[in-house]
């Protein structure tokens, strides 16, 4: 008597998701390339015959993958999804022009042409490539459903959080303007250069914009001090630059020689930072949240370290400010954005800026 395989079913969606984040996890840890297939039926349903059009695919589909790929709903009833894994060391153009020929073909020995052609398929790889140096990496909205998900399900509180953003940016530039004032003042008369410091950085989805800070370096200075000293730093192959009196190590090069006299005041107690208010009433940073990258720091990113600028829009300060800042290594600050991601809430967002102007007063970790 022979035994039959049982039949393969679609998962429904929110164990196809969960699976898919899953599988976006591990591959944050072990660099294996996987590919998300997307499938749209568009309006298949009964054809002239009564027959199943629907079914004919999923059929079809099941009978183009391999069992140890996972199919399910990615989307009920109109998003079906299939979720390949150890895809092997081929390159990833010719992984993806197999499974694009595979699942063709598959669909089409059951699918009549008119059939097929109202279909629609897509593919998605992760790890993502950076497209090009400007702009960090693609962030595929597709990868991320618990993401977007997770944006549905608190809106109004981001829609506050946006509104206490402004609010507080706009009357922060008008309380501080005297201070903004003798700060320029202060810049201008004590080295040539522009008062503002403008600064290319990587924002949320990996969305480049102009960074604003007071100048505090000299004018036409070379960054690369800095780039090689923070590629050592995010790779964890840079010994602390310094020990403060309580024996805590100190990770940032704390005797830059491009640095001003004034400049170091203003990096001391943070006063450099104060023009980002206007970062944050454009929009493009928020008064809390990860600080945002120079794109050659996110070159150095490993996978994982790239979900802290998907999680939460980038701020003016954050758990890595109120926790440490330079005493802190880099997978550890980044830690600290992840978990401020997850625990998100208007009250943690209060309790950081009540506690920041304590650690710009007494300095902590700043350089």
Same mark, same amino acid.
């Given at each position: 008597m022979g035994f039959s395989a049982p039949k393969r079913s679609l998962?429904?969606?929110?164990?196809?998701?969960?699976?898919?984040?899953?599988?976006?996890?591990? +591959?944050?840890?072990?660099?294996r390339l996987f590919v998300l297939m997307l499938l749209d039926p568009g309006e298949l349903a009964l054809d002239a015959r009564g027959?199943? !059009?629907?079914?004919?695919?999923?059929?079809?589909?099941? %009978?183009?993958i391999r069992a140890t790929d996972v199919a399910g709903w990615y989307k009920d009833a109109s998003l079906l999804g299939v979720i390949f894994s150890e895809l092997g060391p081929a390159e990833k153009k010719s992984i993806l022009t197999t499974l694009h020929d595979k699942v063709t073909a598959a669909l089409r020995s059951n699918l009549k042409t008119e059939e097929l052609s109202r279909i $629609?398929?897509?593919?998605?790889?992760?790890?993502?490539? &950076?497209?090009?140096?400007? %702009?960090?990496?693609? +962030? *595929?909205?597709?990868?991320?459903?618990?993401?977007?998900? *997770?944006d549905e399900a608190t809106r109004a509180s981001r829609v506050i959080k &946006?509104?206490?953003? !402004?609010?507080?940016? +706009?009357?922060?530039?008008?309380?501080?303007?005297?201070?903004?004032l003798t700060i320029a003042a202060a810049i201008k008369l004590s080295s040539p250069g522009?008062?503002?410091?403008?600064?290319?950085?990587i924002g949320q989805h990996g969305i480049p914009f102009t960074f604003l800070k007071f100048r505090s370096m000299y004018y036409a200075n070379d960054s $690369?001090?800095?780039m090689e000293y923070v590629k050592r730093f995010i790779t964890g192959t840079v010994d602390s630059g310094k020990s403060e009196p309580n024996g805590n190590a100190v990770y940032k090069i704390t005797k830059d020689p491009?640095?001003? &006299?004034?400049? *170091?005041f203003l990096r001391k107690t943070s006063l450099d930072e104060f023009p980002q208010l206007l970062n944050v009433l454009r929009g493009e940073m928020s008064l809390v949240g990860p600080r945002p990258p120079i794109p050659y720091e996110v070159e150095s990113y490993d996978i994982w370290h790239r979900r802290r600028l998907l999680e939460v829009k980038p701020g003016l300060t954050g758990l890595w400010q109120v926790n440490g800042r330079s005493r802190l290594r880099f997978d550890d600050?980044?830690?600290?954005?992840?978990?401020?991601a997850r625990a998100w809430s208007l009250w943690l967002d209060v309790k950081i800026l009540l506690q920041t102007p304590r650690a710009v007063f007494f300095g902590d970790g700043a350089y």
């Open positions: 998962l429904p969606e929110p164990m196809f998701l969960q699976a898919l984040c899953l599988e976006r996890k591990r +591959a944050e840890r072990s660099r027959n199943n !059009v629907l079914d004919k695919t999923v059929s079809a589909l099941f %009978s183009g $629609q398929i897509s593919f998605h790889c992760f790890p993502e490539d &950076r497209e090009d140096h400007d %702009s960090g990496f693609p +962030a *595929r909205a597709r990868l991320y459903p618990d993401l977007a998900k *997770r &946006r509104s206490i953003d !402004v609010l507080g940016s +706009a009357m922060a530039l008008v309380v501080l303007s005297p201070i903004f522009p008062i503002l410091f403008h600064q290319k950085r $690369q001090i800095h491009r640095v001003t &006299r004034v400049g *170091r600050m980044v830690r600290l954005d992840l978990e401020y």
